[in-house]
């Protein structure tokens, strides 16, 4: 059997190497020493990142703060929900604005327990 092409020539190169060459090699180990020494300088300790978070909501958090954080995200979201309303038609709009009143009904217990609570003096 005939074939219309000859095989191709066998390369040992591999195309997708970035060691093409020698001085490819030497400026791909340059650049590796260069971004070693600027994000991770030796000698150098990580950097100690706080851990507490409000939104890990863990036990050290005090009433107040929990329920003022409680009370900024429900009026954040009771305003998103209101000015989506006015971007949709009319047949979900209800049921988009029902949602920021029972949004609002959450923010007002919320402020009332707020209001309620007993600081220490």
Do not use: W
Not at 35 to 49: E, K, M, T, V
Request: net charge negative; with cysteine.
């Amino acid at each position: 059997m005939i074939k219309p092409t000859p095989n191709p020539p066998e390369t040992e190169t591999d195309l997708t190497s970035p060691y093409e060459s020698l001085d490819s090699k030497k400026l791909h180990e340059a650049a590796d020493r260069a971004l070693d020494h600027y994000l991770c300088p030796p000698g150098s300790a990580p950097i100690q990142r706080k851990t507490r978070s409000m939104f890990a909501v863990t036990a050290d958090f005090k009433n107040e703060e929990l329920l003022a954080n409680a009370c900024e995200t429900l009026a954040s979201a009771r305003t998103i929900a209101n000015d989506f309303a006015n971007l949709i038609p009319a047949s979900q709009r209800r049921t988009l604005l029902g949602i920021a009143q029972l949004i609002m009904l959450g923010e007002l217990a919320v402020n009332r327990a707020l209001d309620n609570l007993e600081l220490p003096a």
